[in-house]
């Protein structure tokens, strides 16, 4: 069965740096989005991607934030200056027509020291 | 912001008997309820949907019922089973048809054999 997958598992980084967020979309779905999960919080509305533009992004989406599909597969999230608060499980889903269904990834687990 | 509640974070029930998950909702204008369920270490996977349009919708053991005037959903599962032993999530999209999605808190199911 086609799965979302995502790397790396786990990311350990120090405040100030950059870090990118992989994610392998189910191959023939459109709309790709980004959640995180703060430890203990809800799962939370980052951002959604469609025909290679976002299509709507939170306020925690903010201009440290961005997203990519760099090719015909990947699809990234990148924080250009992690701060403390963004230490979160970050999850990729996609969908395919049916945008609500939607399929999630595994996670990435980043802490910011 | 907190259109969708699970107000039980924990529940736990003998095997075999019937588990009942609930979720209310403030915003009127969700027309569409999801629930998924999550496993430590993994995404949240799509379990079951509802249209505003249906009072009930069943899968298996798992059936959704919509009290729209009271704008509450609720999810069962009968028989429980040990391996439905998750947290799980309410969810609905948001207005903007982008396949945002607003998640509740999220209720951790224990079924004890």
């Known amino acids: 069965e086609p799965e979302v997958t995502q790397t790396p598992s786990h990311q350990v980084t120090q405040m100030g740096q950059e870090v990118i967020l992989r994610c392998v979309p189910i191959?023939?779905?459109?709309?790709f989005y980004w959640y995180r999960q703060i430890l203990g919080q809800k799962v939370e509305f980052l951002v959604s991607?469609?025909?290679?533009?976002?299509?709507?992004k939170s306020e925690i989406f903010d201009d440290q934030f961005s997203v990519e599909r760099p090719d015909g597969s990947n699809f990234t999230l990148k924080i250009r200056s992690t701060k403390l608060e963004d230490s979160a499980m970050y999850f990729c889903?996609?969908?395919?027509?049916?945008?609500?269904?939607?399929?999630f990834g595994p996670g990435t687990r980043l802490l910011v020291l | 912001d907190q259109q969708v509640k699970q107000n039980s974070p924990s529940l736990s029930v003998q095997e075999g008997r019937i588990s009942i998950l609930n979720c209310d909702y403030t915003?009127?204008?969700?027309?569409?309820f999801l629930w998924y369920k999550k496993y430590p270490a993994e995404g949240p996977t799509f379990l079951i949907s509802?249209?505003?349009?249906?009072d009930k919708n069943e899968d298996g053991r798992f059936t959704v019922f919509l009290n729209k005037s009271a704008k509450h959903l609720s999810l069962h599962i009968v028989p429980s089973q040990p391996g439905d032993s998750a947290v799980y999530f309410c969810?609905?999209?948001?207005?903007?048809?982008?396949?945002?999605?607003?998640f509740g808190q999220g209720t951790t199911l224990q079924v004890k054999p």
């Open positions: 191959s023939n779905h459109l709309y």
């Open positions: 889903a996609s969908s395919g027509q049916s945008q609500e269904t939607q399929y």
């Open positions: 509802i249209s505003s349009i249906k």
């Open positions: 969810a609905a999209p948001g207005s903007s048809n982008t396949g945002k999605l607003i």
């Open positions: 915003n009127s204008m969700f027309d569409y």
């Open positions: 991607f469609y025909n290679n533009e976002i299509s709507e």
